[in-house]
């Protein structure tokens, strides 16, 4: 196990939302009467990470304000390995024994499947993903052994090769929901019933 006072929460609010559509960033659409974005951030605030990071661009969320510290990513070319490497080097500069990597757009992971990832860390060398029983996902852990192998990760296949061989936590499926197109977003809100669904 690693503590969770010794782990960074690195919070991934910077991809470009192409699949959603010409909406600035998907992660300001309501969901639960709140930015689709801000849900991890505030489901997790009471967990005591050594320290709290927001790699953004584009979203309007005041990470700031729920204890983040805020990484901007301003690379036109970005894709999620370049915020992963801005999200562990800073977690690196920490001396933190763990980075923790979410996704603004996965609002349903709850602060018990987080500490099931830390309880099944078995020391600096850990990968655990999660998983929803057929293939790993995010959040992931990435021990400090590991930075360097993650810092080195170029595109987002050798992020997802690494993942594939680390030690994967099963969730339920509507945990782990991405929400990456309009269409997912309105079956989400559908599914917990939320206010916005029934305006549409």
């Known amino acids: 196990m690693i503590e969770v006072e010794k782990t960074v929460l690195v919070l991934l609010a910077a991809g470009k939302s192409e699949r959603f559509g010409d909406v600035g960033s998907k992660l300001d659409e309501p969901f639960l009467s709140r930015p689709l974005g801000l849900h991890v951030a505030v489901t ?46 800073a977690a690196r500069e920490h001396g933190a024994a763990a980075v923790i990597i979410a996704l603004a757009d996965m609002p349903r992971v709850t602060a018990t499947h987080i500490y099931r990832l830390l309880e099944a ?53 509507q945990e782990l929901i991405d929400v990456d197109t309009p269409e997912q977003l309105e079956q989400l809100r559908a599914l917990v019933h939320a206010p916005e669904a029934r305006r549409q």
């Open 44 to 89: 997790l605030e009471d967990m005591p990470f050594m320290e709290r990071i927001a790699i953004v661009a584009g979203c309007q969320i005041d990470f700031a304000h729920h204890g983040f510290t805020i990484i901007p990513n301003n690379d036109p070319s970005r894709d999620m390995a370049s915020s992963v490497r801005l999200g562990v080097d």
């Open 121 to 173: 860390a078995t020391g600096p060398e850990a990968v655990v993903a999660s998983s929803n029983g057929r293939h790993p996902s995010p959040p992931v852990l990435f021990g400090a052994a590991r930075f360097g192998e993650v810092l080195s990760i170029e595109g987002d296949q050798g992020a997802r090769d690494l993942i594939r061989a680390g030690v994967h936590v099963v969730a339920h499926e």
